[in-house]
């Protein structure tokens, strides 16, 4: 198939994009050109959570359902204009130097790439060790639902009410949700964080042992909702907020209301909780940056 090529003049920057007839979703013949439309409709509201933060992109070449790959180290054939961060690595000898996707015309970029999904480390890249949220990935297990997941985010919210710890929750865009506690505090360490997380997810656990399991052993899983608290770590990441997922329907990752996790658990009706990217637009429209707080509100735990 022939390349077909473009270029769109974005903010005083060239990008060229290609084959945007590509589909990448086939359940819904969603293509690269809707991927980077999408990505450019929610930029205002998506970049802040980007900024500062080094990605890892996960990238689709081919759609989802095919061959994908998460890309750490930046390519080499990135925009010279395209800001990097250097990491150290964990495993290697040398660092890693990150993409640091924070302006429209580098969305625009990554998006050309079929990096569908956007994940991010908790921390910026000039202050590694210091997270500026806290998160419990909730994520349901065999026979467990979104339904379970969001009975369980309501009892995380509360045991944070209680400490006067304000907490807010997205999807997963897959079939979990997220709870973020912001905490955009100088004095937050991930050492602090991951424990506190472990200790409220075993105690969580403790408390409703039908429901609710800490330990990460698959076979432990059945029925029940997994609080995963080991993202919480310097070499870890979630995806970001507002970002697609390899999902065979295209779902994002989608701040929301706790009246709206209430409404679920009230009606049993876990779908109210699924979105589309076309359900994006409107969304920011009625609501604005649900997520907002997270990166502005600052707390101690």
């Known amino acids: 198939m022939a390349r077909t090529t473009s270029v769109?003049?974005?903010?005083?920057r060239d990008i060229e994009v290609s084959r945007l007839e590509k589909v990448l979703?086939?359940?819904?013949?969603f293509t690269k050109g809707d991927v980077i439309a999408y990505y450019m409709d929610v930029a205002p509201a998506l970049l802040p959570h980007l900024e500062g933060r080094a990605l890892t992109m996960k990238r689709y070449p081919d759609g989802v359902g095919k061959f994908f790959f998460y890309e750490k180290n930046c390519p080499p054939y990135r925009p010279k204009w395209l800001r990097t961060a250097r990491v150290p690595s964990t495993?290697?000898?040398?660092?890693t130097r990150y993409c640091v996707v924070d302006t429209l015309p580098g969305l625009i970029w990554a998006a050309n790439l079929a990096d569908l999904e956007l994940h991010v480390s908790l921390a910026r890249a000039h202050a590694l060790q210091r997270p500026t949220a806290m998160v419990f990935d909730l994520d349901p297990g065999e026979?467990?639902?979104?339904?379970?997941?969001?009975?369980?985010?309501?009892e995380i919210r509360d045991r944070f009410a209680r400490g006067k710890?304000?907490?807010?929750?997205?999807?997963?865009?897959?079939?979990?949700?997220?709870?973020?506690?912001?905490?955009?505090h100088p004095s937050a360490r991930f050492d602090h964080t991951k424990e506190v997380a472990r200790q409220l997810a075993d105690a969580l656990a403790a408390d409703f042992p039908k429901d609710i399991v800490?330990?990460?052993r698959k076979d432990l899983r059945k029925g029940k909702?997994?609080?995963?608290w080991s993202q919480n770590d310097d070499h870890k990441t979630t995806v970001c907020a507002y970002s697609l997922r390899a999902t065979p329907q295209p779902g994002v990752s989608t701040p929301v209301q706790w009246t709206e996790v209430e409404t679920v658990v009230k009606r049993k009706k876990p779908e109210a909780l699924r979105f589309s990217p076309a359900?994006?637009?409107p969304r920011l429209k009625k609501h604005g940056d649900l997520f907002a707080p997270v990166l502005k509100l600052k707390q101690r735990i």
């Open 8 to 12: 769109l003049h974005v903010e005083g």
């Open 143 to 154: 026979g467990a639902t979104l339904l379970h997941c969001c009975r369980v985010a309501l």
């Open 25 to 29: 979703y086939p359940a819904t013949g």
């Open 225 to 228: 909702v997994l609080i995963d």
């Open 165 to 184: 710890v304000k907490c807010f929750p997205k999807t997963s865009g897959s079939k979990g949700l997220q709870v973020y506690v912001p905490l955009n």
């Open 279 to 281: 359900d994006i637009p």
């Open 91 to 95: 495993r290697k000898d040398e660092d």
């Open 214 to 216: 800490a330990n990460m």
